[in-house]
């Protein structure tokens, strides 16, 4: 791409999307190349599997696009023509939420909901910001989704699922700017809503109300929190790891230093707690017979 042409100062090249599947010995099954793609921070969407799908948020400084592709053979099976031509990263939700099945994200200037079966859309919200990383998480207990981000303006929403059409002025429950993150996504644990800012300001909501329960600083973060058995982990971009009861006050249960720089979400299997920093791949806690086989 771009042979020959020299790329100015803040010029953005333009790129192909490339989509591969392969099997568990490496061996590529099939490839496909659904669109261009303009931004100048790359690609950074991971796809997502729903039924006999695979599906690709594509948004970008461009006519941006979300693809559904056959698991089997990369087939396009639908494809939405997004808003706004503006860079986003997110990657969506899939939930049975409100009564049907939603497919839902921020990005390019909005907040949007589709079928994902079909990829038409359900609702929109307009704004409130233009670019977003965070990915949009959901309470069973409240009903709500949560979205936070994102550039230039800084936000969190709490939004009513149920709507239809444009829903900007009827279905955000409350709001806040205080609390945001922009890379990092939320958490919902109980009844609360976590979430840590780039700069490293953690804070919990009460999820319903959005009421501030506590904040506490820690640091700068890139890694998205993550949760296991009624506990919160935040890792910050030092390598320091902290494991934090939801509750009404701040409660950290353990801190450990890794003492390498860490930026990736932490991942959880079998028991196991799984950190990729800067120069490892660090494994916390022993998988058991009694948690593997649950």
């Known amino acids: 791409m771009n ?33 261009l793609f303009s931004s100048k921070h790359g690609f950074c969407s991971s796809p997502i599997v729903f039924e006999d799908k695979v599906i690709v948020n594509c948004d970008h400084d461009g006519d941006g696009y979300i693809v559904a592709l056959a698991k089997t053979d990369g087939k396009e099976l639908w494809r939405i ?19 049907r099945t939603q497919m839902v994200l921020s990005g390019t200037l909005c907040v949007t909901s589709y079928d994902p079966r079909t990829g038409k859309l359900l609702w929109i919200i307009d704004g409130p910001t233009e670019q977003f990383v965070a990915s949009i998480v959901y309470s ?44 990092p996504s939320p958490i919902i644990e109980g009844t609360h809503l976590l979430n840590v800012s780039d700069s490293g300001v953690a804070h919990c909501f009460d999820a319903k109300s959005g009421e501030i329960q506590w904040e506490e600083r820690m640091r700068e973060h890139h890694a998205s929190l993550t949760s296991a058995e009624g506990h919160v982990f935040f890792i910050n971009d030092f390598g320091i790891l902290r494991t934090v009861q939801p509750d009404k006050t701040y409660k950290l249960l353990a801190e450990s230093e890794l003492n390498e720089k860490v930026f990736a979400s932490p991942a959880l299997s079998e028991g196991q707690l799984f950190i990729r920093t800067d120069k490892s791949l660090i494994c916390l806690g022993k998988r058991t017979a009694k948690t593997a086989a649950r």
């Open 3 to 35: 042979a020959g042409k020299i790329i100015g100062k803040g010029e953005v090249p333009k790129g192909t999307v490339v989509i591969s599947a392969h099997d568990f010995s490496g061996k590529q099954v099939w490839q496909v190349r659904p669109g």
């Open 81 to 99: 023509n997004r808003p706004n031509n503006t860079r986003s990263y997110c990657v969506p939700l899939i939930r049975d939420i409100a009564g």
């Open 140 to 183: 069973e207990q409240s009903g709500l989704l949560y979205m936070t981000g994102g550039f230039p303006e800084h936000h969190l929403l709490a939004i009513k699922p149920d709507g239809t059409g444009n829903v900007t002025n009827t279905h955000i429950v409350w709001r806040t700017n205080k609390g945001v993150s922009y890379v």
